[in-house]
Structure formats: structure tokens, C-alpha cells
């Protein structure tokens, strides 16, 4: 098998005397989609954010298609291709698809040959190709994320994070807040991104939406490696014990 | 899509919209509800027009002396709210740009007043124009560095400001106003090119600036960002803290330019000069159809606002009205505004609390 395209070894991280996570082992291939499962407080968030750039492990190591890493910031983090997609989204509503994509690092082109203005065309044409990328056919560039519903917002922030090429997608809880329809659309959606070879790393309380999408499972509890299994070698049943430690 | 999961639940597999295509144009309705502004300012003019001609037999908008007027009475809250759209669209407030006006106002006439017979007069309106704006970015800067550096919330640390610009405005003046004599200065403050008053045309191309920073360039983009919703903005890598600190600097020199034109209309600074100002800045930024709540607003909505309010202030006196009736009519459409705002929200299902 090849170098995993996101290796984590033995990873730590304590606050003071409370020890959130303890030396945990986990990969992510490329085209994989590994869920991550635990009860409240067993140390997802923490890997998490350790993983991308927001918390300093204590210890430990994290591997980049074999590369190590240390990430001061997440702003690292992204630029070497780790994007987190957070429960609340993280768009600003009253901008376009467009806009969003490129927040922060917009494009722009010169008016009359000399004055700097944004080059909306542009971000609107890239906005239409990604979402088309991802099977969302959106009809007007033009309107403010607003005007769209809560699975198509979900699209487009993994949209953004298509776009600037992301080799490693994590997202937290992103059906929580979904209708059933609107979730399967975004079931669909990792589809799209285990077919286009990324690796993501998918946090859910959802049992249904992890054996409908992910390869493998990492359980936690308490901050320790409570057991990972092939999706495909294991039930609903296991999964719950490993969670509660029964 | 191919790979929906089989669902263990209720028959929940017939009844779903496609969403893709839930995306909905504006609605007529909508496109209005934009321009409501406009539609004021011409509901305004043709309702003064009407009466004028009723009453007395005369043209209301048709004499260049009333256009001429109305927009010299607007440059000030213009300027004002020019600064105020974007401090309201990034979600802040900005109380102390009518006495960084008056500040500006006093610095201009003394250093004019001062500098005129050793440079000369042109170069003494220059230097002025840099002196005062210069000194109305402190205060604004001050402003910026309280909101964005020791988190206090913008309506307490620029109501700060705003006792401290009116109290250096009022020391720099020595409680009184001071009277400036430049004949340059003062053919910039009254005099017209082709008919048209020179602080007309400062204010304008200096609003037209305004307008292409905030529509065209990375920091009104950004503006827009921050204030619908900040953390979406930090993530995406924006520096927020240097963003809203550049932010309070612009609306001081918003509230400088005014203060600098203000001096050069009446050949005097005086501190209490952009006193009644203030909240007209507010209102007209409301009006033009921003929301407090941030995220939305537009210069050319702000100049629709402001011109409503210069409008109805110069149109009731024109009309002979007792001037209280002013207060009134401003308050009146100051919550009609806000009624269509808030009504439009709703008839557009945007997710404004989420």
C-alpha cells in the first residue's frame, strides 16, 4: 500500500493536568473517507483542531503524505492542503457563491487598463465550476448564499475547499443541522470527494450517515483510541459498545 | 446522484425538491424594496414640487438656486454617512464623527488662519486640508485600535471619542469660533465652477472614491464579510483586527473632509459644527437601506438617504412649515425605512437570525 496521505502518530495533547487526547494512531489514504465517532468530550473536537493547526500537539507526529508537519496556524494548515469545514459553515451570508469561495484571497482584474477593481466574472465563473464539480447546478452566480438552503451552503463551503485544492477535507457534524433530503446531498457530496481521490475525515453522532459513506471508523472515548474497524467488518451494535465501552 | 444510501426511516424518499435549483431570483418586489430610497427622494420632490405649485404658483425642484442649495446642505451628513456606511456594514457604530468634524473644522481655521500670511493663500488651504483630515485620523484611529484591539463595543468606545473630540474642539477653540480670511479658502467654500459649488464637487468625487472602495476592492469586500458574519471572516484568513482598525481611521477622515469644507463655507471653525450631524449620518446610512445589524448597505443607498433627509429639511422650510415639523418628518421615514427592511426580510425568507 502506499504512504497514507495523512498519517497521525501517536498524537497528544494535554491542558494543563486534563489530558484530552493520548497517543492516538490514525491514517487517512487518499480517496478514503475515515469517520471519526465518540461521545461528547472523547476528544474529537481536540483531534480535530489539532490536525488542523488550531491546537499544538504535546506530542506525537503528524505526516503529510510522509512528510512531517507542524502547523502554527490554521492558516498552515490550509495552505498545505488540510481544510476544515466547521458546523456553522462559515460563510458570509450576503456574499455570493463566488465571493465566499474566494474570501480572502479575492481576485482582480484592471478597469480601463489601470483601476484595481474585483474580478467578479472570474469568481463567479470559478464558483460555476466548482459547484459543478460537486453535481450542484446553480443557476444565478449573483445571489447571496442566503437565498440558498442549508444542504446547498454546506456545498459551497466544501466547494471553497475544493477549489484551493484540498487534499484532506475535515468536516464536523456536516448533516447535523439538515433536513434527510438535504443530507443525503451531502452524503453524496463525500461521495464526490472520495471519487476526486481526497481524503476526508467526517465526524458524526450519526450512525446511518457513517455506514452510508465512510470506509473506516475511528472511535474515541475519553481522549484513547477506543477501537477503529472497516465499516464493511462491523454493525451499528459494535460501534455504540465501543462508543459507551460496554 | 447515484450513491443515496438506503434510509432506514419513514418513506422520506419520494417527497424531495431538487434542490439545486431552490435558488431564487429576486422578485420584482425585492428589486423595489432595493431602490426604496430613490423612490423617496422622487416620492419627496414631487410631493414639495405639487405643493409648491398649489400654494404659490412656483417651481420647487426646477430652480437651480433650491438644487443648489439642497446639495450644499447635504455635503456634511453626506461626508458623514459616507464614513458611517461602512462602520454600519462591518456591524459597528460610529458616534464621535460630528465632533471629529467640529475638531477638524477648529484645526482648519487655525492652521489656515495661521499659516496664510507665511505661505501664501493656496498653499495655506492645502496645508490646512492635511492638518485637519491628518487630525481627524487620530481620533479615528483611537476609535480603531479600542474596537479592534481591546474588544470594547463600538457604540461605548466611540461615544468616548465622541466626549473627547468635543471637548479638544471646544479647548482648540477657546469656547468660541474661529474666524479664518483666505480668499482661497473661501472661493472653495463659495465659490462654482460652471454653477456648480467647488464643495459640490469635492464631495462628490471624494463620495465616488468612496463608493469604488467599497464595491470594487478587497476591503469593501472584506467590509461586507466582517459584518455578516466575523468569524467566517477571520477563518478565512482575513486580519480583522487591522481591517476594522483602518475602518474607524476612514470614517475619521470622512468626518475630517466634512469638518475642512465646513470651515471653508462659513470662513470659520467651529466645534459644535458637525454637533447636529451626527445622527442624520445614521439615519441617511438607514434610509439608504444598510442594516444595523451589519452586512448590508450601499454608498449610492447612503446618497439617496442623505439627500432625502437634505430634501425634506430644506423643502418644509421652502414650503414655509414651522422647521420642528423636520424632527418629525425624518423620524417618521427613519421607521418607515426600517418597517420595509425588516417586511422585505421576510417576504424573502433570508436566514437574517440563523
Redesign the interface.
Known sequence: MSEPLLDIRHLSKSFGPVQALSDLSMTVGAGEVVALAGDNGAGKTTLIKAVSGVYRPSGGEIRLSGRPVAFAS??EA?AAGIETI?Q????????TIG?NIF????P?RR?FGF????DRRRMAEAARATMALL??????MD??V????G??RQAVAIGRAVYWDARILIMDEPTAALG???Q??V??LI?QLKAQGRGVIFISHNL?DI???ADRIVVLRRGVMAGARRIAETTHDEVVRLMIGG | ?????P???SG?TA???P????????TPLQRIADLRAWLFLAALVLGFEAWSRIDFGGTFILNPFNIQSIAIFAVAPLLLATGQTFVIISGGIDLSMGFIMGLAAVVAAHVIGWATPTIGPGWAVLLGLLVSVGVAGIPGMVNGLLVSRLRVPPFIGTLGMFGVARGVAFLLAGGTTVPVSNPAFSALGNGRLWGVPWIVIVAAAFVLAMH?LLS???FG??N??I???E???R????DIRSHVLRLYILSGLCAGLAGFLYAARFSAGAAQAGEPLLLDSVAAVVIGGASLFG??GTILGTVAGAFVIAVIQYGLVFINVEPFWQFISVGVVIIVSVLIDQAQRRF?????G?
Not at chain 2, 348 to 352: H, I, K, L, N, T
Request: proline content about 6%.
Open positions: 490554521p492558516q490550509r466547521y456553522d459553515l462559515a460563510l458570509a451570508d450576503n456574499l465571493a474570501l480572502g484571497r479575492e482582480m478597469a483601476l484595481p477593481v474585483l453535481d450542484f447546478h446553480v443557476s444565478r445571489a447571496p442566503s437565498n440558498f438552503s444542504g446547498q434527510v433530503p438535504e443525503r446531498k452524503i453524496g461521495h446511518q455506514f452510508a459513506v | 446522484m447515484t450513491a443515496t444510501p434510509q432506514t426511516g422520506a417527497a424531495a425538491p434542490a439545486d435549483h431552490a435558488d431564487r431570483a429576486r469604488y470594487q476592492t478587497r469586500q472584506h461586507y464579510a459584518g455578516a458574519n468569524q467566517a471572516a477563518r478565512a484568513g482575513i452586512g448590508s424573502s425568507g433570508g436566514r437574517v440563523e
